[in-house]
C-alpha cells in the first residue's frame, strides 16, 4: 500500500530523513560488533534479513518508499531490533507521511517499552501534525524513562517542540498541553525550578508574558540561586520591563559569579537602546574578569554607539588580543550562550566564507575601522579594512569603505563601489539600497536617497524595512502624505512594528497637529518596546506640545540618562527652557553638541530660540 504523504509536516523534528541509504549501512546496524579478542561470532544478520534491506533500498531507489517502509517494518518486527524501527520512521519522515512515521514510533514503544528515543520521537512527530493532545503520554513517558541526573535536561527541552511559526490558536492550543504536560514536574522537589522554567518559556513563546513572568519569578522565589529563572527573564524583559527585577535579584545574590547572566544582560540592555546601562555592565564584567573577550567587543560596539571612538578602540584591541592569544576558549565568551541577540553579539568561531576571518573578528576590525573614520582617521580607518582581505567585496565591509570614501569627498566613487554589489538574493537587495540611501542622506541628498529606495520597494514587494526607510526620506522631503500612506503600509504587513508608529506619532506632534491621535500612536510603539529611549522621547515631545510640561520633563530625563542623543538633548533642552531652568538647558545642549554639532534638529533649536552656547 503507498504511503499518504500529510500536508502539514515534520519541520520541527530533531532528525534527519536519509531516503537512500546504501543496504550496507542499514545492515550494520544489525551486526553485533566484534569482541577486542576477535573470537568468531555469530552475526544477527540471517540471510532473509539481508534481502529484506536490500530490496527495501532498492525500492527506495525506485521512488517507492511505501514498499521499503513495509519491508522494514516487517523485519523490525520480526527481529525487534532499534534500528529498523528507526530506518521505517525516516523512510517515512523523508516520504513525508506522517501517520506512517507515527505508527513506526508506537510499534517501536511496543518492542522496546524502555527505550526514551521513540517517545520522544511519536511526541514531535504527534505535534507536527498538528495533535498536541497526541503529544501527551509520550512526552510523559519521555521524561519519567530519563534518569534522575538527566530529568531537568528533558524537562529543558520541553520549550523547544513548541513551534514559534505555527498560527497563534495552534501555539496556544500546544502550549496548553506542554504545560499540563510538565505540571507533575513542578511539584517535585528536584525538578520544581527547571519545570516552572520550562513552562515559563513555553508561554513566553506562546504570546503569554504575564504568565511567564509570574512563574519565572516563582521559580526564583523557589531557589534564589538559580540561573534558568533569570536567564528566562531577560527574554520577558523584551516585553515587561518589570521582569528585570529578577535579573538584579540573582545578580544581586551572584555577585561577580555570573558571567553569562551578566553578559547577557549587558546584550538586553544594548537590544534595547539603554547604552549607558549596558556599556557600565560590560566595564564591570571586564574589570572582575580582564579576560571576557565578548565583553570587550561588546564595549566597542557601545562606545561607537556613544560616539567615543577612543574608548571604543581601546576595547576593540583588548578583544582582538584575547582573540588571538588564546583562540576563544569558553570563559573567555561568558560561558555558555546567552539567550539575548544583539547587534554586538560576538564570540563565534564562525568564519567568513570571503575572507576565511573567523566572523567576530570581520565585526572587530570594521568597528575599528568606524572608530577611525569617526576621528577622522581615513588612513587608520583604510589600514582596519585592509586587513579583511578578500571579504573587501561583502555589503558590510562595501558600505564602511564606500563611507570612508565619502568622507573624503568621493561620493560618487563611494556609491559607485554600492552600485556594483551583486543582487543574488532579496537580502543582498535590501543590504545593497539601503546602503546606498545611507550614504546619500549622510551627503543630505535626501531625493536621491529617496529614488533609491523607491527603486528597491519596485523590486521587493511589500518590505517593511525598505518603506520605512523611503517613509523618512519623504518627510525629510515634506511629502507628507506620502509618509503617512507609507507608514500605515508599514503597520499592516508588520503591527508589530513599533518604529512606524513611533515615526507618525512624532512627525504628527513636531508638526503640532493631530496631538492626541500622535500620543496615541506613540504610546502604542512604547507598549512593544517599553524601554525605547527614543519613543520616550517621542512621548515626552508630544506631552511637551499638550502642554504637559512636568511630564514632558520626567519622560525626556529618562531618554536622555538611558541615551544621550544629540536629538533628544534638542527636545530635552528646549522643555528645560520652557519651564525656565535656562542654565541645565544650556548644559544639556551642550552635551548634545559635543556628540554631534551637525544635528539638524539641533541646530534648528537654538537658532529658533536665538541662543547661544
Avoid at 546602503?435 to 536621491?448: F, N, T, V
Wanted: glycine share 6%; hydrophobic share 45%.
Amino acid at each position: 500500500m503507498p504511503l499518504r504523504p500529510s500536508p502539514a509536516l515534520l519541520c520541527g523534528l530533531l532528525i534527519t530523513a536519509a531516503c537512500v541509504t546504501p543496504v550496507a549501512r542499514a545492515a550494520s546496524a544489525v551486526v553485533a560488533p566484534a569482541p577486542a579478542a576477535s573470537a568468531p561470532v555469530n552475526s544477527a544478520l540471517d540471510g532473509e534479513l539481508f534481502f529484506q534491506l536490500m530490496i527495501s533500498e532498492l525500492e527506495l531507489r525506485r521512488d517507492q518508499p511505501g514498499a521499503a517502509y513495509q519491508i522494514v517494518m516487517e523485519a523490525a518486527k520480526r527481529n525487534r531490533h532499534e534500528s529498523l524501527y528507526k530506518r521505517a520512521v525516516d523512510i517515512a519522515i523523508g516520504a513525508r507521511a506522517g501517520e506512517q512515521a507515527l505508527a513506526a514510533t508506537k510499534a517501536w514503544r511496543q518492542a522496546w517499552p524502555k527505550s526514551r528515543q521513540p517517545t520522544e520521537l511519536q511526541a514531535q512527530i504527534a505535534l507536527a501534525l498538528g495533535r498536541p493532545a497526541d503529544a501527551a503520554e509520550p512526552l510523559r513517558a519521555f521524561i519519567e524513562l530519563s534518569p534522575a541526573g538527566e530529568r531537568n535536561g528533558a524537562i529543558a527541552s520541553v520549550p523547544r517542540l513548541l513551534n514559534r511559526s505555527a498560527g497563534a490558536e495552534s501555539t496556544s492550543a500546544t502550549a496548553k498541553v506542554l504545560i499540563d504536560v510538565l505540571k507533575p514536574w513542578r511539584e517535585d522537589r528536584t525538578t520544581k525550578v527547571s519545570a516552572m522554567v520550562a513552562s515559563s518559556r513555553i508561554w513566553l513563546v506562546a504570546g503569554e508574558s504575564g504568565k511567564a513572568l509570574e512563574l519565572a519569578r516563582s521559580a526564583q522565589q523557589a531557589d534564589a540561586s538559580a540561573e534558568g529563572p533569570a536567564l528566562v527573564a531577560l527574554e520577558i524583559m523584551g516585553k515587561l520591563p518589570e521582569a528585570e527585577a529578577l535579573v538584579k535579584t540573582y545578580l544581586k545574590a551572584k555577585g561577580k559569579a555570573a558571567p553569562v547572566v551578566q553578559l547577557a544582560y549587558a546584550r538586553r540592555l544594548t537590544a534595547s537602546q539603554r547604552y549607558q546601562d549596558a556599556l557600565l555592565l560590560a566595564q564591570d564584567i571586564t574589570t572582575s574578569d580582564p579576560k571576557v573577550a565578548d565583553a570587550w567587543l561588546l564595549q566597542g560596539a557601545l562606545q561607537i554607539e556613544l560616539t567615543n571612538p577612543k574608548g571604543a578602540e581601546a576595547a576593540l584591541l583588548r578583544y582582538i588580543d584575547i582573540r588571538q592569544s588564546d583562540k576563544s576558549p569558553a570563559s573567555a565568551h561568558g560561558g555558555a550562550s546567552a539567550p539575548v541577540d544583539s547587534s554586538a553579539d560576538a564570540g563565534s568561531d564562525d568564519v567568513d566564507e570571503t575572507s576565511g576571518t573567523p566572523q567576530d573578528l570581520v565585526q572587530a576590525y570594521l568597528m575599528l575601522a568606524q572608530a577611525a573614520e569617526q576621528q577622522k582617521d581615513f588612513a587608520g580607518a583604510q589600514t582596519w579594512l585592509e586587513k579583511l582581505g578578500d571579504a573587501q567585496g561583502t555589503p558590510a565591509v562595501a558600505l564602511r569603505r564606500a563611507s570612508l570614501l565619502a568622507r573624503q569627498g568621493k561620493l560618487e566613487e563611494g556609491m559607485a563601489l554600492l552600485r556594483n554589489l551583486p543582487e543574488r538574493s532579496k537580502d543582498e537587495v535590501r543590504a545593497k539600497a539601503l546602503g546606498q540611501a545611507q550614504l546619500l542622506r549622510e551627503a543630505r541628498d535626501w531625493k536621491g536617497a529617496h529614488a533609491v529606495l523607491t527603486l528597491a520597494n519596485d523590486k521587493l514587494e511589500d518590505d517593511a524595512d525598505l518603506l520605512y526607510e523611503q517613509a523618512l526620506l519623504a518627510e525629510k522631503l515634506t511629502r507628507y502624505d506620502e509618509m503617512e500612506g507609507l507608514l500605515r503600509r508599514v503597520m499592516t504587513i508588520k503591527p508589530d512594528q513599533q518604529h512606524a508608529y513611533n515615526a507618525l506619532g512624532y512627525s504628527l506632534a513636531d508638526r503640532g497637529i493631530r496631538l492626541p491621535e500622535a500620543r496615541e500612536l506613540i504610546a502604542r510603539a512604547l507598549a512593544l518596546a517599553p524601554e525605547d529611549p527614543f519613543i520616550t522621547d517621542s512621548l515626552g515631545w508630544v506631552e511637551f506640545k499638550l502642554g504637559r510640561t512636568d511630564e514632558a520633563l520626567r519622560l525626556l530625563r529618562a531618554a536622555f540618562k538611558s541615551r544621550p542623543d544629540t536629538e533628544i538633548a534638542a527636545h530635552l533642552g528646549e522643555v528645560l527652557w520652557a519651564a525656565g531652568k535656562q542654565d541645565e538647558a544650556r548644559s544639556v545642549w551642550r552635551v548634545g553638541r559635543e556628540r554631534d554639532a551637525t544635528n539638524d534638529v539641533l541646530q534648528e533649536t537654538l537658532a529658533r530660540l536665538k541662543v547661544a552656547l
